[in-house]
């Protein structure tokens, strides 16, 4: 998901409950400072109808909220236009890819682990129908070069995938685990991403990623079409 920097955001839904075992980092759980953060899915409470697709994400547990004045950790709906305008890294390139798809709008929530290393962002398009939809994925999907994928059983259609890279020129390490479905006329994206160094190189949270997308695809085949 490379439209918007590493740490991208995650949408609402109703309701507690926390999975526990789920979401660490090759098997080991974040230990930010001050005590544990639990990588792990719950869902949580929506707030009052802002978007018609607030209630249809799931988000891990234990996270805190992004710095509202920062765009990309933004939690709320937006339209076209100002996914465009504030979140897209490829402005051209993303609008041709939801005029195309016949998406208005679309809702996203951001949430950072008590140590502000871990990022996880769920992103949600609307599409004009179910074809339209898997077009848009396909198109997000190929802007980017994707070379190792993960398997998620039981989940149709999605794309994944982990990597870890060097950020531009400062030695910050990336570790980005990423995934991608449709159910019906709704495309879903989830990152979950951390930050290291060299000495500290992060790797890539597969495990908290396969968890939130089934969990995602599960409530999209229920409460959406």
């Keep these: 998901m490379r439209r918007v920097a590493p740490g991208v955001a995650a949408v ?115 599409a004009a129908s179910a074809a339209k939809a898997r077009d848009l994925q396909k198109g997000f999907w190929a802007q980017d070069e994707h070379t190792k994928p993960f398997a998620v059983p039981g989940v149709q259609g999605a794309l994944t995938d982990a990597q870890t890279g060097v950020v531009g020129v400062t030695g910050q390490i990336d570790a980005v685990a990423e995934a991608s479905i449709t159910v019906g006329s709704l495309v879903a994206e989830i990152t979950v991403s951390q930050t290291g160094t060299l000495e500290k190189t992060p790797v890539p949270d597969i495990k908290l990623a396969t968890t939130m997308l089934k969990l995602q695809y599960q409530r999209l085949t229920t409460k959406s079409g």
């Excluded at 939690?75 to 390139?93: C, I, K, N, Y």
Aim: proline fraction near 8%.
């Design 12 to 126: 609402v839904c109703v309701g507690l409950v926390v999975l526990t075992g789920c979401g660490n980092d090759a098997g080991a759980s974040t230990a930010p400072v001050g005590g544990s953060t639990p990588s792990v899915p719950a869902d949580v409470a929506a707030p009052a109808a802002v978007s018609g697709l607030a209630g249809l994400a799931v988000v891990p547990g234990g996270f805190l909220n992004g710095a509202p004045g920062e765009p990309a950790q933004v939690t709320g709906p937006f339209t076209r236009q100002s996914f465009v305008d504030t979140l897209s890294a490829s402005p051209a390139e993303d609008l041709a890819l939801l005029l195309n798809a016949g998406c208005k709008e679309g809702y996203q929530m951001f949430r950072l682990s008590a140590d502000r290393r871990k990022r996880v962002t769920v992103q949600l398009f609307k």
